[in-house]
């Protein structure tokens, strides 16, 4: 491991927040003078060098929201954690809630299937639909689908999906925005075990992470 001092406290007080802000930046070092700054994102290879200067791209890793019911939300709440990555619970059952707070996971509770201030996301976060009640499904994907997320996929058959679709368009989804959408999730086709679900949803999301950002940027954690 090959530590840097940092010449410039304030760089460190820029990287810091970029990174609770969720924010792209690049590290610029010259290696003849050891110079270091920062500045958000460009777009490009991951590390670029310039005569002396190396700069290295950063994004923010991935975040998970899911949204819905039932025991497969709280297995990928748990594989999640254990892979490093956040995790959010948007859910109408207050039992999830209780649970996942009680043990220092993030979950609030929906109170109507509504779309929801609750929902946040960047075009790093992974939008997951666990719901086995549809009923909830549709102005919720609505709002997911108008956000910048990278990943937005919903469980059920094939035949489910082509309900979901219908509905969507009904409420003034547009069919570009519905393509967004995959359905059914999962890398394991027609899995109804709610940890091979989690698992099978948490690897096409990270494999679609790393070919959609890691050819061309680093991640950081601080």
């Not at 709280?74 to 959010?88: H, I, P, R, V």
């Not at 043990?103 to 976060?125: E, F, I, R, V």
């Not at 989804?173 to 394991?188: E, T």
Request: some cysteine; charged content about 20%.
């Amino acid at each position: 491991m090959l530590f840097t001092p940092l010449p410039d406290a304030r760089v460190a007080a820029e990287l810091f927040q970029a990174v609770t802000e969720r924010q792209p930046f690049t590290i610029s070092m010259d290696r003849e003078t050891g110079a270091l700054t920062s500045a958000p994102a460009e777009q490009g290879q991951a590390v670029i060098r310039a005569g002396s200067w190396v700069h290295v791209n950063h994004v923010p890793p991935a975040k998970i929201v899911i949204l819905g019911h039932g025991a497969v939300v709280e297995n990928l709440a748990n594989l999640t954690a254990s892979y490093g990555l956040d995790c959010e619970i948007l859910t109408p059952d207050v039992d999830i809630v209780a649970r996942v707070t009680g043990q220092g996971g993030t979950a609030s509770l929906l109170k109507t299937p509504a779309a929801t201030d609750l929902y946040q996301a960047d075009p790093w976060t992974a939008c997951i639909f666990y719901f086995h009640d549809h009923d909830w499904e549709a102005e919720l994907m609505k709002q997911a689908l108008a956000s910048p997320a990278f990943y937005i996929g919903a469980m059920g058959s094939f035949k489910t999906h082509d309900t979901r679709k219908t509905l969507l368009s009904d409420i003034g989804v547009s069919d570009k925005d519905i393509k967004r959408m995959k359905a059914p999730i999962g890398i394991i086709p027609s899995t109804r075990d709610p940890a091979t679900l989690a698992l099978s949803t948490l690897t096409e999301i990270i494999e679609t992470y790393h070919s959609r950002f890691s050819r061309t940027h680093g991640t950081i954690a601080l």
